[in-house]
Nanobody
Framework: QVHLVESGGGSVQAGGSLTLSCVAS????????LGWIRQAPGKEREGVATIGTNGIKTLASSMKGRFAISKDNAKNTLYLQMNNLKTEDSALHYC????????????????WGQGTQVTVSS
């Protein structure tokens, strides 16, 4: 089992920055691939970024150069630094976990949190 609690969403203007945080807990949290997925109204969930248990990081192509994922293992906390935000980044962002990073990147993880809203205005 993995329990995930996100924080840090909010409203910013285009070009602004936000940092999302996620505290992971549960027996499976230290052996899972962790990451972020998001869902905009009327759209399917999509993968944003993942970090595997080996530390390898993957970003979805539209986020490369703007977003960065990191993890503090001592605090079991995951972060998503989002820079140069665009209006199309507006979505409910979820912290997620799965044994497979590919499942996360497909937007289909086994575990996810309650979500935190990111709204980007022009």
């Amino acid at each position: 089992q993995v329990h995930l609690v996100e924080s840090g969403g909010g409203s910013v203007q285009a070009g602004g920055s936000l940092t999302l945080s996620c505290v992971a807990s549960g027996s499976g949290s230290t052996s899972a691939c962790l990451g972020w997925i998001r869902q905009a109204p009327g759209k399917e969930r999509e993968g944003v970024a993942t970090i595997g248990t080996n530390g390898i990081k993957t970003l979805a192509s539209s986020m490369k150069g703007r977003f960065a994922i990191s993890k503090d293992n001592a605090k079991n906390t995951l972060y998503l630094q989002m820079n140069n935000l665009k209006t199309e980044d507006s979505a409910l962002h979820y912290c997620a976990a799965d044994v497979s990073c590919n499942a996360l990147l497909r937007g289909k993880p086994s575990y996810w949190g309650q979500g935190t809203q990111v709204t980007v205005s022009s």
